[in-house]
């Protein structure tokens, strides 16, 4: 089995005795030997959280996420719990009277399982205040695992190393039953977590793992390869693999089919103790006296194939299932939403497949895997042709494929037989990593993409790029290249290439550059794709499903989880895509909107009128919206069927007349806004009646001032101060009546609105006469207050007039008599 293994984490620390998953969060969590739990974090490798425990070895930790916990047991016979985000001990209790050598958390109810030196197996419920409701009993030496069933959760397997595997109910203290299992002590036992077997794996001293029917009570398989004890071993849930570590330091991969060995991992870390399978993905955590280990065995992404009448085939491991996209139109969903789909059984492969083709007609399907690859017929799984191919590729014609066999030879077959002449020029030459199919044959390599003619094996053209994924439209006239962080979009001019062939031209290792011509390259990083007419539609690595026209790239929607391109189907208009589970959803992408969207590109405006006509309404205003941002309002507004964006567009345009028709369909209490935005778009083209106008419906009276105040309008100006006034908008007010040179009237309103002060204020200095009235005012409103001493500093002007005249007669008097005296 060729299997990918990728390691994500390398983390050197003192002895990890227990490793596990957290199921949301990317976080492992570790419990060491020297009392320590650490949570490291899988994308930075760093370790986020660390709690001391105990002061004795740590051999068994479980998150508990539901309640944002994990529970660790120990040497000290203590059960600890703590809250990871808070660091807070939730509870510590003796739970055995020895080491606690195993846990686990039943996935369902508030039970903890816990296991000990002093054979036996308690059961704590977490909502009784951990209170143990039930003691396990009979086995005769150390229990080193449990493990609840997934088909039966009221069942579960404890692994001793009394050499046996005894199966519990959680509600009886005895066993159901026991499993002599090994020769030497058992370390560990796991369920199979498919439906359709009942299997256990089981490890022991004895160097073995052993895989056990537990309904016959029989031994299925026994595997030998492992040097020491294997501490050890799992069912992987998706790839057919079972995983098992000894203390010989090694992990090795077994074919859960036929039992192979197919890998042996060692990273010199000394002896493996622990694993831990994260859910809903391919990665593995297993701990080491030296620290821990978590890598990543195969692809994440599922193997599928749908055909152009919707016809999906997918694969479980070596199972083949399938569904038909035709029967979604029967139950119509939300986008976004879960489809319900039946599926059914079709039949199995003999290979672990890594990738699946359907032939462009649809009468084929291809498996690739395990550097095989199998055609069978697609109604009745029949196997029609086999060999050995890394990599596998059909041309447009359905009776055309080419296979890789190893890294440099390609071969060709037409109708199912191998085609020697003529040969494809360069193959042998260039080590290539996988083949595309389409048009012509493409061939990714190192660096370098190079694509051959089908018929001639002359080569078209060599394109020095690093790419991931080559897909061609369905015309042939467009191909997309996608590279590990972006993507380029060229078209192919194949009467070029014939020319060029029929001169006799040497093409050599080049072929022919104006064959080629990139017209888009876009920063983007593309997961899966498909054409969709001229349409090129992919799902990024940010989750988001896309698609380009021209060289703009347009949002459908964006997803929570990764998700993969199933195809397009014209009749529902919708591109569906599916999960890792191969659970399908559906997004609308209507056909017409895109030859619409295209023919706009193109600059072809007749064709996009005539299209116009079959674009459904509901999806007019996204048109619209295309147009406004390719500088197209005039058409933009002539699509439209939101009234708020062609109102918007006409304000763009100056086409007053039809935003004030938009607006007089609008209620009046709901258009003030709007009245507002068409006053100030007429200022700017000198309408100022109209301006107005806007502006008393919408009851802007600051704007109405200004302009009043720019033309000159007197009378316009003091009913805007009444009205202003009148709605207690004093300031504006104040403002209107000073510019009208009324200050009499601008006192009244200060002294109206309580504002004595600044009324005196303003009549000394705008009109004297009211100035003695002001002074009185101001010095009632203070004496009112009781602030009498206050009022006692003020004068009235008028005393002081008189004063003042009083005070110059007698000084002219005495300067009188002062003269005559001298």
């Known amino acids: ?92 209790f003796e739970a055995h009277p020895d080491y606690i050598r195993c846990l686990t958390v039943h996935p369902t109810a508030s039970i903890v399982l816990t296991g000990c030196d002093d054979m036996t197996i308690k059961a704590w419920d977490w909502e009784k205040n951990w209170r143990c409701i039930q003691l396990y009993e009979g086995h005769t030496h150390y229990i080193m695992n449990i493990a609840v069933n997934p088909k039966d959760p009221n069942t579960f397997a404890s692994a001793c190393l009394d050499h046996t595997v005894k199966i519990w109910s959680l509600t009886s203290g005895s066993a159901n039953f026991s499993l002599e299992a090994h020769d030497k002590g058992v370390n560990y036992v796991e369920f199979y977590p498919g439906p359709d077997k009942p299997y256990l794996v089981t490890t022991g001293d004895d160097r073995t793992v052993k895989v056990w029917d537990y309904l016959s009570k029989s031994c299925v398989q026994t595997m030998e390869g492992h040097t020491s004890n294997v501490c050890f071993a799992v069912f992987h849930p998706a790839l057919p693999i079972i995983v098992s570590g000894s203390e010989d330091g090694t992990v090795k991969l077994w074919n859960s089919g036929t039992y192979r060995l197919e890998n042996t991992l060692s990273y010199g870390l000394e002896r493996a103790w622990c694993i831990a399978l994260r859910k809903g993905s391919n990665d593995v955590a297993v701990g080491y006296d030296e620290g821990v280990v978590v890598v990543k065995l195969g692809r994440d992404e599922p193997s599928f194939s749908m055909d152009p009448s919707g016809k999906l085939v997918f694969t479980r491991n070596t199972e083949v299932l399938s569904a038909n996209i035709q029967q979604a139109q029967d139950t119509p ?51 029609k042709s086999f060999g050995n191919g ?88 467009q191909v997309a290249i996608a590279t590990s962080d972006s993507f380029y979009v060229l078209t192919f001019d194949r009467s070029a290439f014939d020319a060029r062939v029929e001169q006799g031209a040497d093409l050599g290792d080049e072929g022919v550059e104006e064959a080629f011509d990139v017209i888009a390259e876009i920063n983007d990083n593309v997961k899966t794709a498909k054409w969709v007419g001229d349409c090129f539609v992919y799902t990024t690595a940010t989750n988001r499903l896309n ?20 195809g397009f189907m014209p009749t529902h208009n919708r591109i569906y895509l599916a999960d890792k589970e191969v659970n399908i959803y559906g997004y609308a992408l209507s056909l017409s909107v895109i ?20 674009v459904p309404k509901d999806q007019r205003n996204r048109i619209a919206r295309f147009l406004e941002g390719r500088d197209l309002k005039e058409l933009a507004i002539s699509v439209t069927l939101d009234p708020d964006h062609k109102f918007d567009l006409a304000l763009q345009l100056d086409d007053l007349d039809t935003a004030l028709e938009i607006v007089r369909s609008i209620p009046e209490g709901e258009a003030t806004t709007k009245w507002k935005s068409i006053g100030d778009r007429a200022l700017t083209v000198w309408r100022f009646d109209l301006a107005r106008d806007c502006f008393e419906k919408a009851g802007d009276l600051s704007a109405l001032m200004l302009l009043l105040l720019s033309t000159g309008d007197r009378n316009g ?23 009208l040179g009324d200050p009499k009237a601008c006192i009244d309103l200060l002294q109206k609105t309580g504002r004595q002060a600044e009324a005196m204020l303003f009549a000394r200095t705008y009109a004297p006469s ?53």
């Open 547 to 566: 698609y380009l026209i021209g060289s703009e790239a347009h949002t459908v929607s964006h997803f929570e989880t990764p998700l993969y391109l199933l």
């Open 595 to 614: 030859e619409y969207e295209t023919a706009i590109i193109r600059g072809d405006l007749d064709a996009a009128a005539e299209i116009l006509n079959s």
């Open 1 to 92: 089995m060729l299997l990918d293994v990728n390691r994500k984490l390398f983390a050197r620390s003192d002895r990890v005795k227990a490793v596990d998953f957290h199921p949301t969060e990317p976080w492992l969590l570790t419990g060491l030997y020297n009392g320590s739990v650490n949570i490291y974090h899988l994308d930075t490798g760093a370790i986020i959280k660390t709690f001391e425990v105990a002061e004795v070895p740590v051999r068994c930790v479980r998150f508990i996420a539901r309640k944002n916990w994990f529970v660790a047991g120990s040497d000290d016979f203590q059960l600890r719990v703590f809250n990871y985000n808070t660091h807070e001990k939730v509870t510590a």
């Open 333 to 383: 969903v939300p986008d976004g939403s879960r489809i319900p789909l039946p599926t059914r059984d079709f039949g199995s492969t003999e290979i672990f497949p890594t990738a699946m083709h359907h032939s462009p007609n649809g009468r084929f399907v291809t498996v690739v895997g395990d550097g095989e690859y199998i055609i069978y017929t697609a109604l009745a799984w029949r196997n």
């Open 390 to 477: 890394s990599s596998f590729a059909w041309a447009n014609d359905s009776n055309t494929y080419a296979v890789l066999d190893g890294k440099t030879k390609v071969r060709i077959y037409k109708n199912f037989k191998e085609r020697t002449t003529p040969p494809m020029k360069g193959s042998g030459t260039w080590a290539v990593e996988g083949l595309s199919g389409g048009t012509l044959l493409g061939a990714r390599g190192s660096g370098f993409v190079v694509f051959w003619d089908w018929e001639t094996g002359e080569i078209v053209r060599r394109v020095d790029v690093d790419a991931k994924a080559i897909y061609w439209s369905g015309s042939g006239t």
């Open 770 to 822: 009211r100035a003695s009235q002001a002074v009185k005012a101001l010095m009632s409103e203070l004496e009112s207050k009781n602030r009498s001493k206050i009022s006692a500093l003020l004068a009235d002007p008028e005393e002081q007039r008189d004063m003042f005249a009083e005070n110059w007669e007698e000084a002219l008097e005495r300067e009188g008599s002062a003269v005559a005296a001298s």
């Open 717 to 739: 100006l003091q009913k805007v101060a009444e009205q202003a006034a009148s709605k207690g908008l004093n300031n504006l007010a104040f403002a209107t009546l000073l510019q």
